[in-house]
């Protein structure tokens, strides 16, 4: 399987560069993962495909501020630093911005000396881990030095950070939001319970590595990034419940779905657990839970492509994007929604 056979042509003006006003008005394409068939409708109409006893599954991370502007301390010169990952307490993976001014030892001051952080060491792909030292709350002086880490596809500015965030998002820890779920308002969550679906919430920390480019032709000898996931009990039995019951389960986007295929056993039954995931789902993968996915389009040649392709075949998934294109769909994170059913 090579990499090449996920490639589609994607006009640079179709990448939103902004969210939408009202996050449900979204487009949607619906394709049916059987037969290929699409129709085009709008976001919030998802309620028109789900029914009493399905359960939705969200991803309810929270996206922190992670980009910071500092300042080399000595020579006063322009450091940007992203957050990656928490090693622990107040030490940091991170990526710098250049990397060559960022050897062990070197120190760093943001916001005038708000914050402050000693790079320790250079681990695996030239990443840095800085310690930070500060007086107060992290997440708080964080709030108000950082900027929401927003892909390199979007080069406009954000107004309001809370648009790069769910509106159900709670735990603190992604570089990037789920975006799938940047479509639903509290009003469509509360008409969808209404309606009789489950709404189980998991958590995975979604990493820079969702953007990462495969590099390798084949695509089996690429490597994906572990990310932190979490499955509390009440989430695994409602998950369980639908299943035993006969409902499907239908995962808001490719984090939650690798969430849950990542901690269901041979059986697809969950329990609560957490951990490291670095599932990576192609043609050919047997989903163990997942039923129906709601997603967003994704870039050519990425590991996201790959996933969808996995749910309803990559002929149906690329014909489905060459459509989506033709009718003028907005692609990636503020873009347009997918459901496969």
Not at 293 to 315: C, D, K, Q, W, Y
Not at 321 to 334: I, T
């Amino acid at each position: 399987m090579k990499t090449s056979d996920f490639y589609f042509d994607l006009p640079q003006e179709q990448i939103a560069q902004d969210p939408l006003k009202d996050r449900s008005s979204s487009r949607l394409l619906v394709l049916d993962k059987e037969t290929g068939e699409y129709e085009h409708r709008v976001f919030r109409d998802i309620v028109d495909y789900l029914h009493p006893g399905d359960c939705l599954v969200l991803n309810n991370t929270k996206v922190i501020p992670a980009r910071l502007f500092g300042e080399k301390e000595g020579t006063g010169a322009h450091i940007e630093i992203l957050l990656l990952k928490r090693r622990e307490n107040d030490i940091w993976e991170t990526l710098v911005k250049p990397g060559r001014k960022a050897k062990p030892g070197t120190k760093i001051s943001f916001g005038g000396g708000l914050l402050t952080g000693e790079v320790m060491d250079v681990v695996e792909e030239g990443n840095r881990l800085i310690r930070f030292s500060y007086e107060g709350i992290f997440e708080e002086i964080l709030d108000q030095l950082g900027q929401m880490p927003l892909p390199p596809y979007i080069t406009h500015q954000l107004k309001d950070k809370n648009r790069y965030q769910t509106v159900y998002a709670k735990y603190d820890g992604s570089a990037a939001a789920p975006t799938a779920g940047l479509h639903f308002t509290p009003e469509l969550l509360k008409q969808v319970k209404e309606m009789g679906v489950e709404i189980a919430e998991v958590t995975l920390h979604v990493g820079l590595g969702t953007f990462r480019p495969v590099k390798v032709e084949n695509v089996l000898e690429h490597h994906m990034h572990s990310e932190f996931y979490m499955i509390d009990e009440e989430a695994a039995e409602k998950i369980n419940r639908t299943r035993e019951n006969g409902g499907r389960v239908i995962c808001v986007g490719t984090t939650s779905c690798r969430t849950i295929e990542s901690a269901a056993d041979e059986n697809g039954r969950l329990k609560a657990s957490s951990g490291w995931t670095d599932i990576f789902i192609y043609p050919g993968y047997r989903f163990q839970v997942l039923d129906c996915l709601i997603t967003n389009f994704h870039l050519p040649e990425s590991t996201l492509l790959m996933l969808v392709s996995a749910l309803a075949g990559r002929e149906h998934i690329l014909a489905a994007y060459e459509e989506a294109v033709k009718q003028g769909y907005r692609f990636f994170s503020f873009g347009d929604a997918m459901l496969i059913v």
